[in-house]
T-cell receptor, first 110, second 115 residues
Framework: EDKVVQSPLSLVVHEGDTVTLNCSYEVTNFRSLLWYKQEKKAPTFLFMLTSSGIEKKSGRLSSILDKKELFSILNITATQTGDSAVYLCAVGNAGNMLTFGGGTRLMVKP | KAGVTQTPRYLIKTRGQQVTLSCSPISGHRSVSWYQQTPGQGLQFLFEYFSETQRNKGNFPGRFSGRQFSNSRSEMNVSTLELGDSALYLC??????????????FGPGTRLTVL
C-alpha cells in the first residue's frame, strides 16, 4: 500500500525564521511528488517534482526531491504570518492517483 | 482561466439520504479526480474519471459513485448517507496529456454534513 509520511506534524515559528518540512514516501510506480498549501479550503499548488536533485524555487519557497532516499523537503525562508497553513505532500503514481501525507500545520507568529 | 468550480459549497443531509455533488474542471482539462478530506483520515482518493470512464478507484464502498460527462464535468453521488460521510469533498482536474505528468488543481470543495 502506498504511504506518505510528513514531519513534523506541527510547527510554531516567528516571522523571519526559516523552516524545513519533510516528506518521505513508499509508492509503487512513482511519477511525481507535489506540495500543496491549504489554508481554509482548497489545497493550492506549490511545486511538482519529478526528477531527483533539481531544486524548484518560487520566491521564498523551495523544494527538492531525492528519489534514491524517497523523500522531499520544502523550505520556507523569511517566514511571514501569511505562510501559516497546512502544507500537504502528495505522491502521484502512474494511474494519476495522489496519495497524501497527513500534512504539517505551520503557524507563524508576528 | 477560471479554476475548478464545485457546487454546492455546503450541504446538510440526514442519515439515509443521498447526495450529488458537481465539479467543473478547468477548461481543457480532461481528467477529474475526487477526494474526501476528514480530520481523522486526511485526504483520501475516491476515484478518477477520464473521457467519461472511471479510470481509477480508491478504497471506498459502493455507496460512493461518480460519472463524467462529455464536456469533462463530473458528478459524484453518495447513497444511504452515514454520519461518517461528513467531510470536505474535493475535486481536482488535470490536463493528463499522454507521456506528461500534469499537475492536479483543486476546487474549493463541498462541505457535507450528515446529521
Amino acid at each position: 500500500e502506498d504511504k506518505v509520511v510528513q514531519s513534523p506534524l506541527s510547527l510554531v515559528v516567528h516571522e523571519g525564521d526559516t523552516v524545513t518540512l519533510n516528506c518521505s514516501y513508499e509508492v509503487t510506480n512513482f511519477r511525481s511528488l507535489l506540495w500543496y498549501k491549504q489554508e481554509k479550503k482548497a489545497p493550492t499548488f506549490l511545486f511538482m517534482l519529478t526528477s531527483s536533485g533539481i531544486e524548484k524555487k518560487s520566491g521564498r519557497l523551495s523544494s527538492i526531491l531525492d528519489k534514491k532516499e524517497l523523500f522531499s523537503i520544502l523550505n520556507i525562508t523569511a517566514t511571514q504570518t501569511g505562510d501559516s497553513a497546512v502544507y500537504l505532500c502528495a505522491v502521484g503514481n502512474a494511474g494519476n492517483m495522489l496519495t497524501f501525507g497527513g500534512g504539517t500545520r505551520l503557524m507563524v507568529k508576528p | 482561466k477560471a479554476g475548478v468550480t464545485q457546487t454546492p459549497r455546503y450541504l446538510i443531509k440526514t442519515r439515509g439520504q443521498q447526495v450529488t455533488l458537481s465539479c467543473s474542471p478547468i477548461s481543457g482539462h480532461r481528467s477529474v479526480s475526487w477526494y474526501q478530506q476528514t480530520p481523522g483520515q486526511g485526504l483520501q482518493f475516491l476515484f478518477e474519471y477520464f473521457s467519461e470512464t472511471q479510470r481509477n478507484k480508491g478504497n471506498f464502498p459502493g455507496r460512493f459513485s461518480g460519472r463524467q460527462f462529455s464536456n469533462s464535468r463530473s458528478e459524484m453521488n453518495v447513497s444511504t448517507l452515514e454520519l461518517g460521510d461528513s467531510a470536505l469533498y474535493l475535486c481536482a482536474s488535470s490536463l493528463d496529456r499522454t507521456g506528461t505528468t500534469d499537475t492536479q488543481y483543486f476546487g474549493p470543495g463541498t462541505r457535507l454534513t450528515v446529521l
